[in-house]
């Protein structure tokens, strides 16, 4: 196959611990919570067998690899970014109309920057290798754009964050934090150097990536709240204009003093 | 010079999940109806503010400024500097009540205007822009004897205007969001 004994091994390790999450995901009934990061967990431990299995048919270095390697990581990526998304969902929705002010932002951001690096790839001439890494990076920006942007609106609005989805988003956001300074490097500046520390940045990041969910999953997940009771649309409708107004005089008192 | 850009973006990003995520949070909203007490969330400083106003009078200042010693007539404008930061904390906390309560209302309410939404983002972004500056100015001291008189002026008018909208506030806001007072 072509692989060295550490990496072998490393692989072994990485391969029992996602192993260990996913049972841990089906275990704790994640699905019914979150039923696309329970898919994307199957896609991560179904990507180490079909990997294994390429590169003990084909070789590693073989282009077969190579393709099968790099469609795997772009199904992963974009199931990773509506994981994001069904994480901003779950922490959201119950604020019926927090989440029907966040949800368009969320999708036009996720579009927008999709969009943008679709078009940057595309004015560019780069050999292939750089513009898989290149769209890589554009779309774990989008991961972590959408990510950060959904959780700007739970601190804003104070909406609480249960644990085991803090310790999931992080997991998400570390590894698509770091992969978009690595595919930099392996891009550009290492690339000409000795890449062999970013690709095992690569593997590393993903492995603590997966020790974050398995810290999420290690306990029982929490009881489903109930759907908060809501303020009906007319009392929204009387206190708002009010509180408005009190807003816009402090403020212009405050203008008032500092000119 | 872009990938050492990328690594800082990378980085800002990692702190800014960690912060979002794990980071205190100094006000832990309870986002429930029944929690929620109108009261509890109106501006309470600003009660004050007439008590306070009575020792920042003009006419004290204009007299000091007349017949004090230079020396006295210094410290005492530092005093009124110090007075008047602490108006402008009690402003501050005042304003962060408020901005509380337009969060809570906001989180409960089922259809929320989006445009009213932006503006009290908007409000909130010139009112800690606004208070930045103005904390700076006093603290440095830059603000002649005419400018505290002036700026004295301002905070007692604002004092009276606040009583009645707290009142007004506490009028509009829903029957189960107000306190039991019994």
């Given at each position: 196959m072509g692989l060295s004994f550490s990496d072998s091994a490393h692989w072994m390790v990485t391969t029992v611990i996602e192993a260990v999450v996913l049972s841990l995901a089906l275990r704790r009934n994640l699905f019914d919570r979150l039923p696309v990061f329970t898919i994307y967990l199957c896609t991560v431990v179904a990507n180490e067998a079909i990997i294994w299995l390429t590169y003990s048919f084909?070789?590693?270095?073989s282009h077969t690899s190579f393709y099968v390697y790099w469609t795997m990581q772009a199904i992963q990526v974009s199931i990773r970014a509506v994981v994001v998304y069904e994480i901003c969902r779950e922490l959201l929705s119950r604020y019926t109309g927090i989440w029907k002010l966040c949800r368009p932002l969320l999708i036009l951001l996720g579009v927008g920057i999709a969009s943008s690096a679709a078009v940057m790839v595309r004015q560019q001439v780069h050999p292939l290798s750089s513009t898989i890494l290149m769209t890589e990076r554009s779309l774990e920006f989008t991961v972590v754009g959408i990510l950060i942007l959904g959780l700007i609106f739970c601190r804003y609005y104070s909406v609480e964050i249960k644990p085991h989805l803090a310790w999931i988003a992080l997991g998400l956001g570390f590894y698509s934090a770091i992969q978009v300074a690595n595919n930099t490097f392996l891009g550009d500046w290492f690339s000409r150097v000795d890449n062999s520390i970013w690709r095992d940045l690569r593997m590393v990041s993903f492995n603590i990536a997966t020790v974050f969910w398995l810290v999420a999953l290690w306990k029982p997940l929490p009881a489903g709240q109930p759907a908060p009771v809501l303020l009906s649309r007319g009392e929204y409708e009387a206190l708002a204009p009010e509180v408005t107004l009190r807003l816009r005089e402090l403020n212009a008192r405050l203008l008032e003093m500092w000119k | 010079m872009t990938a050492i850009l990328i690594i800082f973006i990378s980085l800002t990003i990692l702190l800014a999940l960690f912060w979002l995520l794990f980071?205190?949070?100094?006000?832990?909203?309870?986002?429930?109806v029944d929690s929620l007490q109108i009261e509890t969330l109106l501006p309470v400083n600003s009660r004050h503010f007439a008590q306070i106003s009575q020792m920042l009078k003009p006419a004290d200042f204009l007299f000091m400024q007349r017949r004090a010693p230079h020396r006295m007539a210094r410290e005492w404008r530092a005093e009124r500097r110090r007075i008047l930061g602490q108006y402008l904390k009690g402003l501050g906390q005042d304003f962060a009540q408020l901005r509380r309560l337009t969060r809570i209302v906001a989180a409960l309410s089922p259809e929320i205007r989006k445009q009213q939404q932006w503006e009290w983002m908007w409000l909130e972004l010139q009112f800690q822009i606004s208070y930045c500056m103005v904390a700076l100015k006093i603290a440095v001291g830059g603000l002649s004897p005419e400018r505290l008189v002036r700026l004295t002026e301002l905070i007692t008018g604002l004092a009276s205007e606040l009583d009645s909208r707290i009142s007004l506030i506490a009028e509009y806001s829903p029957p189960r969001m107000r306190v039991n007072a019994g």
């Open positions: 084909t070789g590693i270095r | 980071g205190s949070k100094t006000q832990e909203a309870v986002l429930s």
